[in-house]
């Protein structure tokens, strides 16, 4: 059973306005959240994360937001732009740090 | 700085016929992990190495077998291919986890 969850396969937002990729979990012991950015034909690269003792985390453009009593997080890209235009994987682990659940990805499209 | 690097990048297989995905990484990592990217199915664990020496069972082992050669190398092995192991196979390394750095990946089609 999928334990962390992202249930919009596909996003398209005008360049400029504000991106939110969604994600949502099932396992209460996951402690650390990882986004990933994926192009097509390349491996994910590492985008942003958070850890559960805290609640927001944010690097430029990008912050993300964990909820964990609702077991969710998400992603915000402000402002989008289209070289942001790729997959997004969000990934969740516990604190033995030795497997990564990773979601099913949402396609941004930032349209210009 | 190559990262991780994964050979072949492409291959195809007839049902039944055996191959070795390699991998290897340069960052001197201690743990890598082999996963497999299909359509709507996210990215999946097949096996992981904490360490040199060790190996672990991800989500989807079954059809596949792992040897941690030495600190930089980590191969995936399919002893007898079958179409359900069509896939993106992706390599990946990490050393103070839990960020995980991933190699460029291998496509792999089994007629």
């Known amino acids: 059973d999928q334990q962390v969850k992202q249930n919009s396969p596909s996003l398209s937002v005008q360049e400029g306005r504000i991106s939110i990729l969604n994600c949502d979990y099932t396992?209460?012991?996951?402690?650390?959240f990882l986004w990933y950015k994926k192009y097509p034909a390349e491996g994910p690269t590492f985008l942003i994360s958070i850890s559960s003792i805290k609640d927001k985390n944010e690097d430029g453009r990008f912050t993300v937001f964990l909820n964990k009593s609702a077991k969710h997080l998400s992603l915000h890209i402000v402002p989008s732009q289209p070289g942001d235009s790729a997959v997004y994987f969000c990934a969740a682990s516990s604190n033995t740090g030795n497997q990564f659940y990773f979601g099913t990805g949402t396609s941004l499209t930032v349209i210009p | 700085n190559a990262g991780v690097t994964q050979t072949p990048k492409f291959q195809v297989l007839k049902t039944g016929q055996s191959m070795t995905l390699q991998c290897a990484q340069d960052m001197n990592h201690n743990s890598m992990y082999w996963y497999r990217q299909d359509p709507g199915m996210g990215l999946r664990l097949i096996y992981y190495?904490?360490?040199?020496?060790?190996?672990d069972k991800g989500e989807v082992p079954n059809g596949y077998n792992v040897s941690r050669l030495n600190k930089r190398e980590f191969s995936l092995r399919l002893e007898s291919a079958a179409p359900s192991q069509t896939s993106v196979y992706f390599c990946?390394?990490?050393?103070?986890?839990?960020?995980?750095?991933f190699g460029s990946g291998t496509r792999l089609t089994v007629v």
């Open positions: 190495s904490a360490s040199e020496g060790t190996t």
């Open positions: 396992n209460s012991m996951f402690d650390y």
């Open positions: 990946a390394s990490s050393d103070v986890a839990p960020k995980v750095t």
